[in-house]
């Protein structure tokens, strides 16, 4: 390609609608253009990268041995009401009418679609297993778009469905996909971490995150440097409180005025002088209507990820002030649960044994000391409530647990028989028993990765394109493009032996100074720059340099040959170079 031929509508100044880093890089190097919040078009060299990254994908499923398909992304309404999900994913969304008002949905992922197509084409044990997945557009009306390509409206997924007769080879067909995404990731040049992850509404048994560790992250990983565990903040376990070793016997319960203080932090000062890990923080929710009380060490925060698995429903709220009061006659900042019976207790396990604490005593103004757990608060249910903070122990080992900002790119979850049997995928077991199919689905936010890949893979100058999904893998430079002069014309002949040789090169022909052209291709971040100048000819050499090493002359008569040593080194897997 030539440079001139495309386009590559390079930008100097960073764009002001543009907050994080990748965003911005993407667009100052001519590969995106926004049309409206959240939806974006690919220019020529942004594309070139998205196919190559596909293309990956691609091989990897065939290996995997799952078998490409291509769904409609506009779908019956009726669908997503067989499964439920009408309602429960409504906040995603997009609906439509046609003219005759019948209602369809713009699929905002395909496990509908997939399992009706299964539950008619496949009916015997002797058909699985099957694993389908597609390249394709989804659509999620998202309450923020943002971040360019990380958070989209419209935005491209490989999605992945397997299906199989039982739970065993389900989870056989979970580490295929699992250990293909891995492979996948590694050959897009990107470092990710899989994670454990919440299973949420999917309403599945088993779930692992692909996180690209970034500062820039919307999600937040705990892990164990040591090697052990790792898992989204929003499921991380804490770590099975030990027993209390405590011999001391507690001392009894003291009601002691605490006026105007309705805060941990209140408390935590003089005169009372409590610290927030000596107190309890009562938290009151109504689950499907009904109160619960929650109790946390005043220094730990409530998981409502963790809250919904406790309670067995996504349906639940903090109470408002007016019904705890009704409930507990007394108003948020005095409350405690010594003594209450009339709705269930469940507090966090890091209080499990606690003794010398300090709760409100569920009347204004007062508060309550000396508080043994074990003693005081028999009724509680123990169950992990909190959101887990850097420091505390690894439940696998102890060790304490790091927490990063990270980007999720992939998932993959282990979804049971939810969807095949809202959706009638039933198939004949060997001993003639009609079952459920066990699913599993598997996604790769394939317009994410490329993005996050920018996120992990930059410097002050531009983007460094690993040499598999770069957009050309080499940008030749001549300095001066004047034809019948022997700089160009080196160039051109460069151009077209390193064509004949499958490697994936553009010619920049623009007449522009050298600065201008050094500046855009570090901008774009080609792998290698290969420059011919009027001065390094006359010596008989030629200037190469890596995006991220240093400037080395060669020979013109040995550069075809090292420009093809250097691009295998950098991609050994690239089809075409020999
Ligand atoms: P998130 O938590 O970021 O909203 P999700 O968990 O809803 O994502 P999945 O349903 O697991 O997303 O979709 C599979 C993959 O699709 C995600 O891992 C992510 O890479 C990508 N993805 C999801 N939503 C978007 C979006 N709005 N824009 C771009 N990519 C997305
Ligand atoms: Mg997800």
Redesign the pocket.
């Known amino acids: 390609m030539r440079w001139t031929q495309s386009l590559i509508p390079t930008l100097r100044e960073t764009p002001s609608e543009a907050e994080i880093i990748s965003h911005q890089l993407l667009l100052r190097a001519g590969l995106i253009r926004k049309l409206g919040g959240g939806l974006y078009t690919f220019l020529p060299l942004g594309l070139r990268i998205l196919r190559k990254i596909e293309a990956i994908i691609r091989q990897e499923m065939d290996r995997a041995g799952a078998l490409e398909v291509l769904m409609p992304a506009l779908q019956p309404a009726d669908l997503w009401r067989q499964s439920g999900r009408l309602e429960t994913a409504a906040d995603v969304l997009f609906r439509v009418r046609d003219h005759a008002q019948k209602e369809w949905v713009l699929g905002p992922?395909h496990e509908e679609v997939i399992t009706s197509l299964v539950a008619g084409e496949i009916s015997s044990y002797r058909q699985l297993p099957r694993t389908f997945y597609q390249i394709q557009t989804k659509f999620?009306d998202?309450i923020r778009p943002r971040f360019g390509?990380?958070?989209?409206r419209e935005?491209i997924?490989k999605d992945a469905y397997s299906f199989d007769l039982t739970d065993a080879a389900a989870q056989a067909s979970y580490q295929r996909m699992f250990d293909a995404y891995e492979r996948i990731f590694r050959r897009c040049g990107l470092q990710t971490m899989p994670v454990e992850a919440d299973t949420g509404v999917m309403g599945g048994k088993l779930s692992h995150?692909f996180m690209v560790p970034a500062e820039t992250g919307?999600n937040q990983v705990a892990f164990c440097p040591a090697g052990d565990y790792a898992a989204n903040l929003e499921k991380a376990a804490g770590a099975k409180p030990r027993r209390s070793s405590s011999e001391e016997s507690p001392a009894d319960l003291e009601r002691f005025p605490t006026p105007g203080v309705t805060t941990i932090e209140g408390l935590s000062r003089e005169p009372h002088g409590v610290p927030a890990e000596r107190q309890i923080k009562t938290l009151v929710y109504l689950a499907d209507s009904r109160p619960v009380l929650l109790l946390l060490r005043g220094d730990d925060y409530l998981n409502e990820n963790k809250l919904a698995g406790v309670l067995g429903t996504p349906v639940f709220r903090a109470a408002t002030a007016d019904e705890i009061f009704d409930l507990l006659g007394a108003h948020p900042g005095s409350l405690g649960a010594i003594g209450v019976t009339r709705c269930p207790v469940i507090a966090d396990e890091k209080l499990q044994g606690a003794v010398g604490m300090t709760t409100g005593a569920n009347a204004d103004g007062y508060h309550v000391r000396h508080v043994s757990v074990a003693r005081d608060l028999p009724q509680v249910r123990w169950a992990d409530l909190r959101t887990l903070r850097a420091g505390e122990p690894c439940p696998v080992c102890g060790h304490p647990l790091e927490i990063r900002r990270a980007i999720?790119?992939?998932?993959v979850f282990k979804l049971g028989t939810k969807y095949s049997q809202a959706l009638g995928a039933w198939v004949l077991a060997e001993d003639g028993r009609q079952q459920p199919a066990v699913m599993g689905c598997y996604?790769?936010?394939v317009?994410?990765t490329l993005q996050a890949v920018v996120e992990q893979s930059h410097d002050k100058d531009g983007i460094l394109w690993p040499a598999a999904i770069a957009p050309y893998q080499v940008c030749l430079t001549p300095l001066s493009v004047t034809p019948g002069q022997p700089v160009f014309d080196h160039a051109l002949n460069l151009y077209a032996a390193l064509g004949r040789q499958g490697v994936d090169v553009i010619l920049d022909d623009r007449n522009e100074r050298p600065g201008v052209k050094f500046k855009d291709a570090d901008l774009v971040g080609f792998p290698l720059r290969v420059s011919l100048g009027d001065k390094s000819l006359a010596r008989g050499e030629i200037e190469l340099k890596p995006r991220n090493g240093s400037l080395q002359s060669v020979r013109l008569e040995q550069a075809e040959e090292r420009i093809l040593e250097i691009c295998r080194m950098m991609n050994p897997s690239q089809p075409g170079i020999p």
Do not use: S, Y
């Not at 390509?149 to 989209?152: I, K, T």
């Not at 999720?408 to 998932?411: A, L, Q």
């Open positions: 992922t999620r998202e390509l990380m958070r989209a935005f997924m995150e919307e999720e790119v992939g998932h996604g790769i936010g317009t994410r």
